[in-house]
């Protein structure tokens, strides 16, 4: 049975862990997760470029 949560649950969740780690560290979690996201896609976009465009022609047909 899978556990379905509410939007007061989610709030409730969200108040602990601000109370527990304070604003301060969690904008720096989430800060520190969008450097790493935004890596991952640079990465991923990085593959693309280093493909000759001739080859993506023929991938097209």
Same mark, same amino acid.
């Given at each position: 049975?899978p556990?379905?949560?509410?939007?007061? @649950?989610?709030? *409730?969740?969200?108040?602990?862990?601000?109370?527990?780690?304070?604003?301060?560290?969690?904008? +720096?979690?989430?800060?520190?997760?969008? +450097?790493? *996201?935004?890596?991952?896609? @640079?990465g991923? +976009?990085?593959?693309?470029?280093?493909t000759?465009?001739?080859e993506?022609?023929?991938?097209? @047909?």
């Open positions: 049975m556990i379905r949560f509410g939007v007061t @649950e989610l709030l *409730i969740i969200l108040v602990i862990v601000v109370l527990l780690f304070g604003v301060g560290r969690i904008g +720096k979690i989430a800060g520190e997760m969008g +450097k790493g *996201i935004r890596a991952f896609r @640079e991923l +976009k990085g593959d693309e470029k280093e000759p465009p001739a993506k022609e023929n991938h097209n @047909e």
